[in-house]
């Protein structure tokens, strides 16, 4: 079957679907009886009409409303108690890792202009330090200065505190930017990543060709595992926002734009309070000089704390019971 017959074909089921999710404005006992029955074999066919999509035409753009439109009637036809508070705390501990989880492909594009750019200018200040040395604000060429290993910047409770707080509110006005660059059809995202991939790795390769790699990574490893996570995140989101209109499959641009706007607004809003703690940490933690070892644990188990909870609480619920 061609793609345009079967898209022709299914269409109407999918609008009535469309129809009955929205009369039921989230309270499926709306509908009554009968249109509840309705509502469970209209998800039922459009699930399996997903399946059969996604297999014939792989990677296609048309799923993609289509997979939203499953999302929001599965969330009816098993809508359990618990799934529809709305309360802050179950956004907390599970919606906010299953949207952050939802798309991985976005997820891998940030990491990738993050990542990338990083590690081919780190090599690149590695091979030639004077040329990159001219490429980083004055700020950041004290790293080829020589430092002590484990040493505290001797910072006072009070400086700690201020620091903290420039700090983290310097991470949220990254994350902010990231995400808002996305609506540029991805592009702004992708420049606030390289630039700061770019930075990023060629600090590290003055640092190491300097002699002070294992005194950078103390400084760097407690707060920024987590900190460039909730970058990736922000940005991913900002990227999820850009593609909707580049490629909506079969709604309209605006309207493919407004269907992703509320969850990437939500990957944002719920990243911002691991990027307080990321700033807590740099501000207090990070100046101590706790040494090489403790400084590389903090981060690892801040970054596997982040990444475990969104494979565990990301993960879809399973329902009781199929309805009838």
């Avoid at 048309?62 to 309360?87: F, M």
Wanted: aromatic share 8%; hydrophobic share 50%; proline share 7%.
């Amino acid at each position: 079957m061609k793609l345009d017959r079967f898209l022709a074909e299914r269409q109407p089921s999918w609008a009535e679907l469309t129809s009955l999710v929205a009369s039921a404005a989230g309270h499926p006992e709306r509908l009554g009886p009968d249109g509840v029955r309705r509502l469970g074999e209209l998800y039922r066919s459009a699930a399996a009409d997903l399946a059969y999509l996604r297999r014939a035409w792989p990677g296609g753009p048309e799923s993609i409303a289509l997979q939203d439109l499953v999302a929001r009637a599965r969330a009816l036809v098993y809508n359990y108690e618990s799934d529809r508070d709305g309360s802050p705390l179950s956004f907390f501990a599970r919606d906010y890792w299953r949207l952050v989880v939802t798309r991985p492909v976005f997820l891998l594009v940030a990491w990738t202009l993050l990542l990338a750019p990083a590690g081919l200018t780190a090599a690149w200040a590695l091979d030639d330090p004077g040329a990159a040395g001219g490429l980083v604000p004055a700020a950041y060429r004290t790293v080829t200065e020589p430092r002590t290993p484990g040493a505290s910047l001797g910072l006072s409770a009070g400086e700690g505190a201020a620091l903290s707080s420039t700090i983290f509110i310097n991470n949220i006005r990254v994350s902010l930017v990231a995400f808002a660059g996305g609506i540029a059809a991805g592009l702004g995202t992708a420049f606030v990543l390289i630039t700061n991939g770019v930075l990023l790795g060629t600090v590290t390769g003055l640092a190491f060709g300097a002699g002070n790699g294992s005194v950078l990574v103390e400084l760097i490893t407690p707060h920024g595992v987590l900190e460039l996570s909730c970058i990736a995140v922000c940005a991913a989101a900002g990227l999820r926002l850009g593609w909707a209109p580049v490629r909506p499959g079969r709604r309209r641009r605006v309207d493919a734009l407004v269907a992703e706007a509320r969850p990437a607004v939500l990957m944002l809003l719920g990243t911002l309070p691991w990027l307080v703690v990321a700033g807590i940490v740099e501000g207090f933690v990070t100046p101590a000089g706790l040494g090489l070892v403790p400084a590389v644990a903090i981060g690892l188990f801040l970054g596997a704390l982040f990444w475990g909870l969104a494979w565990w609480r990301g993960r879809p619920a399973v329902p009781p019971a199929e309805v009838r």
